[in-house]
């Protein structure tokens, strides 16, 4: 018998503790300087100019109460996500996500790039302060993945082995370089980098399938992914679901926390609700995103 999803926030533990899991790894979480928070929750109280449906942001608290929400729901591991949308912001953002992921142990150490010369450095010197995971934003930044500047980045990060978290989908909206033929295009370049593909990649979720079927290294977020929210703008056509489902092992929770505009238990109540089975969702909560990140129980 399936374990039942939660009800709510506060029925968070019962429903991971019930699967047998020692608690959540998320892979999309995001920490930022607090004037970057601040612009990005102001861009949100905007969302109906921009998407055409309200996007009020759940956790819009400050940075102490939200590690407090994460503490009690049990997420163990999570990273910071920083993303810059023009030059000369990845270093300073990749220092701020450093200092918070000294004080914070639960944090995964952060780091992001941008196409601009000294791209190749800002990798390497986030790689020798054993950054875990990197960010890149292609709809915010405006940039093609396939930028010449980053050319020696991706030839670093793909002997390195370390995983991207990629928002490259056309959803919530479309860029001039989203989509995937962009990031087509760089894993034929780079066919052995580790990308986590942010929200399944929304909308064009069989295209990000087909790759993560055809790259080994390429994984999903779960992002916003099967929520209420997300199905009545950009639904998931239920005829991919044995295709998600045999894509287990390189599923990851991601639930883009704070900035969601429900409750955390809707994203798990939404994988829960596909019906993929109890071993799916072990996989997906916990067993993926501790290998790929090396989080002990």
């Given at each position: 018998m399936s374990v039942p999803p939660p009800v709510?926030?506060?029925?968070?533990?019962?429903?991971?503790?019930?699967?047998?899991?020692?608690?959540?790894?998320?892979v999309h979480v995001h920490f930022l300087p607090p004037r970057v928070q601040e612009k990005v929750w102001a861009y949100f109280e905007a969302a109906e100019t921009h998407y055409g449906a309200a996007w009020p942001v759940h956790y819009a608290l400050p940075e102490h109460e939200r590690l407090a929400v994460?503490?009690?729901l049990g997420v163990r591991a999570f990273p910071t996500l920083p993303y810059p949308h023009k030059p000369g912001m990845a270093a300073w953002l990749n220092d701020w996500s450093a200092a918070f992921a000294d004080?914070?142990?639960?944090?995964?150490?952060?780091?992001?790039?941008?196409?601009?010369?000294?791209?190749p450095h800002h990798v390497a010197e986030a790689l020798a302060r054993g950054v875990r995971v990197f960010k890149v934003h292609?709809?915010?930044?405006?940039?093609?993945?396939?930028?010449p500047l980053l050319a020696p980045v991706w030839a670093r990060l793909e002997e390195a082995g370390t995983p991207v978290v990629i928002h490259c989908g056309s959803g919530p909206l479309a860029g001039e370089h989203t989509g995937p033929e962009p990031v087509?295009?760089?894993?034929?370049?780079?066919?052995?980098?580790?990308?986590?593909?942010?929200?399944?990649?929304?909308?064009e979720y069989a295209e990000f399938l087909d790759l993560a079927e055809r790259y080994e290294r390429v994984h999903l977020d779960t992002t916003m992914f099967a929520t209420g929210f997300t199905e009545r703008l950009m639904p998931f056509d239920p005829a991919l679901r044995p295709r998600l489902a045999a894509l287990g092992e390189k599923v990851l929770l991601g639930s883009d926390f704070p900035s969601i505009?429900?409750?955390?238990?809707?994203?798990?109540?939404?994988?829960?609700r596909l019906g993929l089975g109890d071993d799916w969702l072990r996989a997906v909560l916990w067993h993926n995103g501790?290998?790929?990140?090396?989080v002990a129980a």
């Open positions: 709510d926030d506060d029925d968070v533990p019962r429903f991971w503790r019930a699967l047998g899991l020692p608690g959540l790894v998320d994460l503490g009690r004080a914070h142990p639960q944090v995964l150490r952060s780091a992001t790039f941008f196409p601009e010369p000294e791209a292609v709809q915010v930044g405006g940039f093609d993945p396939r930028d087509t295009g760089l894993l034929e370049r780079h066919p052995r980098l580790c990308l986590v593909v942010a929200h399944l990649g929304m909308p505009p429900y409750p955390y238990a809707e994203q798990l109540a939404a994988l829960s501790a290998r790929l990140f090396r």
